[in-house]
């Protein structure tokens, strides 16, 4: 079992950042990626914003690109998001993900809201 707990978020005004942490914990050492996705309000399903595998190679949702940041940690098991230039589409619910495949999935954080005013 992996046990993620994500940390920041918030409300932020359109044009600002925001920065996203995860803490990993757990009997993972198996586990290839860890990432972030995000449910937006009235959505059901989650979409991958950015993924990061253990040998580092990254996977961005195209909505994203060139706006965010995703980074890990492997020595302290910590996985981050630099969410800049934020828009008001941007806000979701953002969870925290580690997996075994090259964007995760298997395993989820409780969830930071992240709201985007305009």
């Known amino acids: 079992q992996v046990r993620l707990v994500e940390s920041g978020g918030g409300l932020v005004q359109a044009g600002g950042s925001l920065s996203l942490s995860c803490a990993a914990s757990?009997?993972?050492?198996?586990?290839?990626?860890l990432g972030w996705y995000r449910q937006a309000p009235g959505k059901e399903e989650r979409e991958l914003v950015a993924a990061i595998t253990v040998g580092m190679t990254t996977s961005y949702a195209d909505s994203v690109k060139g706006r965010f940041t995703i980074s890990r940690d492997n020595a302290r098991n910590m996985v981050y998001l630099q969410m800049n230039s934020l828009k008001p589409e941007d806000t979701a619910v953002y969870y925290c993900s580690a997996g075994y495949s090259s964007v995760g999935g298997n395993y989820w954080g409780q969830g930071t809201q992240v709201t985007v005013s305009s």
């Open positions: 757990g009997s993972g050492a198996s586990i290839n990626a």
